[in-house]
């Protein structure tokens, strides 16, 4: 179950609680023959814990409204529990207090729900305005909500730092486990393919040739894997440099060599500059080749030629892969899958499905982002 499942579900019984228990207290304010709660206060009263309920998507605006419907329930002879109702106001206040990260905006609701409070003192004909007791009930009605509200934002903020750190440890510890699981036996592929080459005889070139090209691709692999352990291990993975801007060329233009090594003709037309790209979106745009360019090597015709596009337009990075399939274009749909999560993540946008002279073709968007900056 998800940790923030229950206080989640917490919190929504405590928006809703409001219709029911200001019906209960009108209905104990109730003495047969003595006080009755006035229609006005029921509706009045109804329709603060209306937008109570609201408050959840506009936290400041709903507290303004609650205070404002204070004001003539303070007025109000009320009686009783009944008495207790406008001081949802204060709830109200709470909860800005605790989820809304604007100083100033915690402050208009501050002083919404204090303009109220002063209001109802003023309204009370037996006590004087200037006095003593008016700064005591201030500073209660409206000091103690805005302490409880920092309290719990700073009980949130330690239950998602506890997280943070939760995760982080998680995440060090499958690095850990990856590095012992698949690090070890990657190095171990091409230390035997290196032994392997020296062994041969001088005139198995063709052998030599297929062992150099599964030796380079296992280096790179390992130097992923490594670059991967790096990532899982850093919290901050945005900041991780996994691919250095003047590597993502040529890792593009060793994947294009690889689907010509496999008897492709490949049309490439590749912007290389990844500067301005931040490290997930330097990864993004490297992967997203690479996964294109292997969904040609095993679905793909290799009689037409395969078009690999890397641009820059207006302040995106646009990627266009195309080719016709000689297989099912099913086959494809994890790898396209995973490509769209890639782009999401980094704010960008995928497509794949066939153009209308027959081809398939992938496209994916990625905004540019300077680093340390914003797109």
């Excluded at 004001?71 to 529990?81: E, K, Q, R, S, T």
């Excluded at 903020?157 to 510890?173: D, G, K, P, V």
């Excluded at 395969?306 to 207006?314: A, Y």
């Excluded at 993540?345 to 680093?371: C, H, N, T």
Aim: charged share 20%; glycine share 8%.
């Amino acid at each position: 179950m998800n940790r923030t499942a229950v206080p989640d579900r917490i919190q929504r019984y405590v928006r809703y609680a409001p219709l029911v228990l200001i019906p209960c207290l009108l209905i104990a304010s109730t003495y047969p023959g003595e006080y009755r709660v006035p229609v006005g206060y029921w509706i009045v009263s109804m329709l603060s814990a209306l937008v109570f309920v609201a408050g959840r998507r506009w936290p400041v605006l709903g507290s303004l409204l609650i205070s404002a419907l204070a004001i003539p329930m303070f007025v109000a002879d009320a009686w009783g529990l009944s008495e207790l109702v406008p001081y949802l106001g204060a709830v109200a206040v709470v909860d800005v207090t605790m989820r809304v990260e604007r100083r100033e905006l915690v402050a208009v609701s501050a002083t919404g729900w204090c303009g109220s409070v002063l209001a109802g003192i003023w309204f009370e004909s037996h006590d004087a305005f200037w006095s003593v007791t008016t700064a005591v009930k201030v500073l209660a009605y409206v000091g103690l909500p805005l302490l409880l509200g920092l309290y719990l934002r700073s009980q949130r903020e330690l239950a998602a730092n506890n997280l943070a750190h939760t995760r982080a440890a998680e995440r060090s510890a499958l690095a850990r486990e990856l590095h012992d699981l698949v690090a070890h036996h990657m190095a171990s592929i091409v230390l035997r393919i290196g032994v392997a080459q020296h062994v041969l005889a001088p005139q198995d070139e063709a052998v030599r040739e297929v062992l150099t090209d599964v030796h380079a691709t296992a280096s790179d692999a390992l130097t992923d894997i490594r670059r991967l352990l790096v990532a899982l291990r850093d919290p901050s993975l945005g900041e991780v440099a996994l691919v250095e801007p003047d590597a993502v060329g040529a890792e593009i233009e060793a994947a294009v060599d690889r689907v010509r090594a496999a008897g492709f003709q490949v049309q490439a037309h590749v912007e290389s500059d990844a500067a301005d790209l931040d490290a997930i979106g330097r990864l993004t745009l490297l992967r997203v080749v690479q996964e294109s360019l292997t969904n040609v090597l095993k679905y793909g015709d290799r009689k037409v030629p395969v078009s690999v596009t890397v641009r820059r337009k207006d302040g995106r990075v646009e990627v266009r892969v195309s080719n016709n399939f000689g297989g099912s274009v099913k086959g494809a749909g994890h790898g396209l899958v995973g490509m769209r999560e890639r782009a999401k993540l980094v704010g960008g946008e995928m497509s794949a499905g066939a153009l209308g002279d027959g081809r398939w073709e992938v496209y994916v968007s990625i905004p540019l982002v300077v680093e340390g900056g914003d797109s």
